[in-house]
């Protein structure tokens, strides 16, 4: 009478028979190595998050990330493509550089983007006014020349230069793309920022209100 054969499989020219400890070993062994995908991709995902949320983390906290040439140019690059399908591969790229950083590195980065979750409401609402202003300012000669007479501590002739600047290098921008962040456009920002920092924004909300009815009527 002939033995019924065994179950199992070859790994290298060698048998392994299903149940035996060299089936069990490496039945392990490959469950092993699909967790460490698993942890490979959820940690991919993660440093992917984190590339997307530099992306709205304030130039004061930014600018301050040992994050090298490469990933800055490339995150700066990402704010102003406006396509979809443009802005979806370059957060791919930054993904991909997010996972060359060390360790090192991506811990001041959580640190920075926790900072920045901690930002008091107050000066949440004065950011916020300050890009609205600076915004209008860039648009409109009315907004600059109120803006002027409203605060005087402000040095015109810097901020008029500024705002010039800052609207010759939108022009010089690549159409399709939002405005470039250059440096006369962070600096009318940094400026409006400190003024409404010390005055406040609420006369500038009534201001705002005013100009509104005004317009509705």
Not at 135 to 142: C, E, H, K, M, P
């Amino acid at each position: 009478m002939s033995r019924k054969p065994k179950k199992g499989y070859f790994v290298r020219g060698e048998f392994v028979a299903e149940g035996s400890e060299l089936d069990l070993e490496l039945k392990r062994e490959l469950k092993g190595t699909d967790a460490s995908k698993t942890d490979l991709k959820r940690e991919s995902a993660e440093l992917q998050a984190l590339g997307v949320a530099l992306l709205e983390l304030r130039s004061g906290l930014f600018d301050k990330l040992p994050l090298g040439d490469k990933l800055r140019d490339a995150i700066e690059d990402a704010r102003r493509i406006t396509n979809f399908e443009g802005k979806r591969r370059q957060m791919q790229f930054i993904g991909k550089l997010m996972r060359g950083l060390d360790t090192e590195v991506l811990d001041a980065v959580r640190v920075a983007l926790e900072e920045q979750n901690r930002t008091p409401a107050a000066e949440t609402a004065v950011l916020h006014e300050a890009e609205r202003w600076r915004d209008r300012l860039i648009a409109d000669d009315d907004a600059l020349g109120g803006w002027i007479e409203t605060h005087p501590g402000t040095d015109a002739q810097q901020l008029r230069a500024l705002v010039r600047q800052a609207r010759k290098d939108i022009k010089a921008g690549p159409p399709g793309e939002a405005p470039r962040q250059a440096k006369a456009y962070r600096e009318v920002f940094q400026i409006v920022r400190a003024q409404l920092a010390v005055h406040g924004t609420a006369d500038h909300a009534d201001e705002a209100a005013a100009q509104s009815r005004e317009e509705d009527a």
